[in-house]
């Protein structure tokens, strides 16, 4: 994004303006008398211009987009959400079938749903209908036997898709589950810092409510293989897997597949380490495991699934994209942006660490064009905070500034996918909290999946300051991106345009829109913290009204703010919006 600087020139006020009928003589003479008399009397002030007042303080941005052709194109899946199989160990994949969960999760359709996490390389599949049997004793699944089988179905009422499960939960089974889950919280905790893991027993009962909540809710499941059962050889124990696969496709499940989740970090977890071309040679044993199987033979392969790009990291990359990058069909790694254990609010408006991203994507990027060119790149797993997020931080509104514009960087940088962990689990990083009630990343992502298409537009700013600052940007604290509108949104015709914006300066920002955006209607969608908790809200308002979900348990209406043709938006401080320009019949948006 392109950024000028402009300055208004001084124009001399009607009192100062010589009449019109003077000789030019008389007008030369009166020239001359004026420049002495300021001279004699010391006077270094500008003429008198007619400005309006306080417009020192005031920066106005004067914003164009370019319609003629998209500068990217991503995936209509572009924001994606993930499961972390931890909800196997602390319950809550048996409320997955919730309506409210449900509705929530067919909000941010279409997507794809990744099943996987730290916990991945420990999961084992057993095919085993009623596991509570082979233990000697009742499990989980054994008390909740009774009340499935008498599940309520809503298919007509929720989803038309024949044989979708949906269930109202009881509040006395929630408000159990809910303290069974704190208890497995502090264990998932501590898990995670000792860095050792235990193993989780995936059945095929379990594998059925995972399948029923993405089909039911229009996502495409991706499912991620343990990759740490290994052979003495160290190569891939693919038995687990191919029993999984094999279940998987009795029950005709439409499934993508993965292997494993940050392999640079196995030795750490396991004490066995595999390099790039081993993992690759798993990839190519998991290829041919799926060729065989008719509804898998085409199934799509991602990975795989690297963290963040460090020097050995870059390492194993090289080395599995050597070996097996053409077997995948995305290349795809992680990003946390912050150490959960040292956070406060004011570190989601640092710009430094909004743009530490940026220098990610290019290392990505030039191994993997090094030996497939023009390959699909996935951002997968990313998470605000580490160490499972911060209560009252990163699932506040403050982390949504993170959140929006790593959507905005990441599409115009070309990355196709870009995977949230997580929609709903454990921890502090997710969209919908454990009373399954929207978190305001949600509202973001709704308002994103709601409002913006998969082709990107380049945006073109002029800034015109009174006194601009050497080495500073304009756009440092203020961030715009540009999408041709989605197409899907039947309130807006194909052509238009939508911007979204963030404000991280502590003063509102004037932008007029300029060039092909001119004189059009806008529609402002515009988000900010709900309550007295400021930032720190986890509750958001649209355009002055609070978001929450209706009584009946279905999605309110975003009902955006109409403004006047011509007018100039205002940005509030540190708040964000999308703002919708109707009508401009761009060229790059009038087709798919």
Not at 57 to 83: A, G, M, W, Y
Not at 346 to 356: E, G, H, I
Not at 503 to 528: A, E, F, P
């Amino acid at each position: 994004m392109r950024v000028l600087c402009a300055f208004p020139e001084a124009m001399p006020s009607s009192n100062s303006r010589p009449p019109a009928c003077l000789a030019p003589g008389a007008l030369y003479l009166a020239l001359l008398l004026h420049l002495s008399l300021s001279s004699q009397a010391g006077d270094r002030r500008p003429l008198p211009v007619d400005r309006a007042a306080g417009l020192k303080e005031k920066t106005l941005i004067l914003l164009d987009v370019s319609t003629k052709n998209p500068v990217r194109t991503v995936n209509e899946n572009f924001l994606s959400l993930q499961l972390d199989p931890s909800i196997i160990h602390d319950g809550w994949l048996d409320f997955l079938s919730s309506k409210r969960l449900v509705t929530l999760a067919r909000g941010l359709s279409p997507a794809f749903l990744r099943f996987g996490g730290k916990r991945t390389d420990f999961l084992q599949f057993q095919n085993l209908r009623n596991p509570a049997k082979s233990r000697g004793g009742p499990g989980p699944d054994y008390y909740l036997k009774n009340y499935e089988d008498d599940i309520v179905r809503s298919d007509v009422a929720l989803d038309k898709q024949k044989g979708c499960k949906i269930a109202q939960h009881p509040d006395v089974m929630l408000e159990l589950q809910r303290e069974k889950a704190a208890q497995m919280h502090l264990v998932l905790l501590k898990e995670q810092f000792s860095n050792t893991y235990s193993n989780l027993i995936l059945t095929a009962r379990s594998l059925d409510k995972l399948y029923n909540f993405a089909d039911c809710s229009g996502l495409h499941l991706i499912f991620a293989l343990n990759a740490l059962r290994r052979n003495p050889n160290n190569s891939w124990n693919s038995s687990s897997a191919l029993s999984l696969l094999k279940y998987s496709a009795s029950k005709k499940y439409n499934i993508s597949w993965e292997l494993g989740n940050e392999p640079n970090n196995y030795r750490t977890m396991h004490g066995r380490a595999v390099n790039g071309s081993q993992l690759g040679k798993d990839y190519i044993q998991l290829k041919s495991l799926l060729q065989p199987i008719r509804i898998y033979s085409r199934a799509s392969l991602y990975g795989p699934n690297i963290g963040r790009p460090r020097k050995n990291v870059i390492a194993l990359l090289d080395g599995f994209m050597k070996v097996a990058g053409s077997t995948v069909d995305a290349v795809t790694w992680q990003h946390c942006y912050i150490d959960g254990r040292v956070v406060k609010v004011m570190d989601f408006l640092k710009t430094r660490l909004l743009d530490t991203l940026s220098d990610q994507i290019r290392k990505i990027q030039k191994v993997v064009n090094t030996y497939t060119p023009g390959k699909k790149i996935w951002l997968e797993g990313v998470v605000t905070t580490s160490a499972g997020g911060t209560n009252n931080l990163s699932d506040s509104y403050a982390a949504g500034f993170l959140w929006l514009n790593t959507l905005g960087m990441l599409a115009n940088q070309g990355i196709d996918v870009v995977i949230r962990h997580s929609f709903f689990d454990h921890g502090y990083n997710h969209l919908v909290d454990q009373n399954f009630n929207p978190l305001p990343d949600y509202w973001l992502s709704l308002l994103y999946k709601r409002l913006i298409g998969p082709k990107v537009l380049a945006v073109h700013v002029a800034g015109l300051q009174r006194k601009p600052r050497p080495g500073r940007v304009i756009r440092d604290k203020l961030r715009i991106y540009a999408h041709c509108t989605n197409h899907h949104n039947h309130n807006y015709v194909r052509g238009s345009i939508t911007l979204f914006i963030i404000n991280l300066h502590r003063s509102r920002k004037k932008i007029k829109l300029t060039g092909t955006l001119r004189d059009k209607l806008v529609h402002q969608y515009l988000l900010q913290p709900y309550g007295q908790e400021g930032l720190k809200s986890k509750s958001v308002q649209l355009n002055g009204q609070p978001l929450v979900m209706v009584d009946d348990g279905t999605l309110p209406e975003l009902k955006p703010r109409p403004l006047r043709a011509g007018r100039t938006l205002v940005i509030p401080p540190v708040t964000m919006g999308f703002f919708v320009v109707k009508n401009v019949n761009a060229l790059a948006c009038r087709y798919r």
